[in-house]
């Protein structure tokens, strides 16, 4: 069975997603075609072709929510994907699909990479749509958490 890990960064840049996804998922496939602006949207406004043109996109828009998906191009790789959730009030969450068993493991090494203190480990369910929904559900899991993501200048390098 696949557990999700989730972390809340303090920082949402372009950076922060590919340092991220470079670090974790080096090799790694888009899981999706295009992006539709807004996400989901019968009538989207634009549509986005690639995840460098969301993630660019995002980092100048703060009130975007959007979410990428990687997929791990090998099947018996410890990580199955990494995704990244833009939220409408300018946060950024990053996660990993990872089995079950490395959850705990995976956790730790996301909430020190990122610098974050705020994350939890959950199956089969995406993140809330904002920073505050977050904190609520990462404070009411077995979880690392503290009620404020780290200053900027403390996300790792």
Not at 38 to 45: L, N, V
Not at 138 to 151: Q, Y
Request: charge should be negative; glycine fraction near 4%; hydrophobic fraction near 35%.
């Amino acid at each position: 069975m696949l557990a999700d890990v989730y972390v809340l960064t303090s920082r949402r840049s372009a950076e922060v997603v590919r340092r991220f996804v470079d670090h974790f998922l080096p090799q790694r496939e888009s899981a999706d075609a295009d992006y539709p602006v807004p996400q989901y949207s019968d009538s989207p406004e634009f549509i986005l072709k690639t995840a460098d043109e969301v993630i660019d996109y995002c980092e100048l828009h703060p009130d975007a929510a959007q979410s990428v998906y990687w997929r791990n191009p090998d099947s018996c790789g410890e990580l199955h994907s990494a995704h990244v959730f833009f939220l409408s009030d300018g946060g950024l969450v990053l996660g990993l699909s990872i089995h079950e068993k490395l959850g705990d493991e995976l956790l730790a090494r996301l909430l020190t990479f990122s610098g974050s203190r705020i994350g939890y480990v959950t199956h089969e369910e995406p993140p809330p749509l904002t920073s505050s929904e977050f904190m609520q559900i990462a404070s009411s899991r077995r979880v690392c958490h503290d009620s404020h993501p780290p200053a900027p200048d403390k996300l790792a390098p």
